[in-house]
């Protein structure tokens, strides 16, 4: 019920962005391309998606984009780790509104406020494409500390040997209480 996955600078020699994780999670279903506006921005085929910044710092509404890109546009030459990305699956009962709640909850407590980290909550609801596949939330959670000033070092929590584990065992603890 719960996957942490990293997405490494490069992996199988191809470089990584975070900007095309972003986008592959906020359309899980191919985008027509009516869709596309004049302005280029992204269509969204996601069910629903929310930033949740790290205190102080300020985003442009509406700017997905402009977020990812600028975060790739700071990558170090020696950073190994872009980002990484919890998964948490939830019964057929549940909606997408409650998901997004209880997925924002945990990512505004534990990653925003505690770690200082900027993420992106995106909520699949694989049922609407005739998928027999549970309603899940992926949270993509960018491995700098976000700071008013800028993008800081890799959070520590997220490198650790045992972070699957202490990320699940949080998870499930904040699961269970809500």
Not at 46 to 53: F, G, N
Not at 64 to 79: N, P, S
Request: aromatic share 8%; with cysteine.
């Amino acid at each position: 019920d719960f996957g942490y996955a990293l997405l490494r600078k490069s992996a199988k020699g191809k470089q990584n962005r975070v900007a095309d994780l972003a986008r592959a999670k906020l359309q899980p279903s191919k985008p027509a391309d009516t869709d596309w506006l004049a302005d280029g921005l992204w269509p969204i085929t996601c069910t629903m998606h929310r930033i949740v910044t790290a205190p102080g710092v300020a985003v442009e509404p509406g700017a997905l984009e402009t977020i990812f890109q600028g975060y790739d546009a700071k990558t170090r030459v020696h950073q190994k780790l872009l980002a990484v990305v919890l998964t948490m699956r939830f019964p057929h009962s549940w909606q997408p509104a409650d998901i997004l709640s209880l997925v924002g909850t945990y990512t505004l407590e534990k990653l925003a406020l505690q770690r200082r980290l900027t993420s992106m909550i995106v909520v699949h609801m694989p049922g609407d494409e005739l998928s027999a596949r549970r309603p899940h939330a992926h949270v993509v959670c960018m491995a700098r500390v976000h700071r008013s000033s800028g993008w800081g070092e890799v959070h520590p929590d997220l490198v650790a040997r045992t972070a699957q584990a202490r990320f699940q065992q949080e998870w499930e603890g904040f699961y269970d209480v809500w």
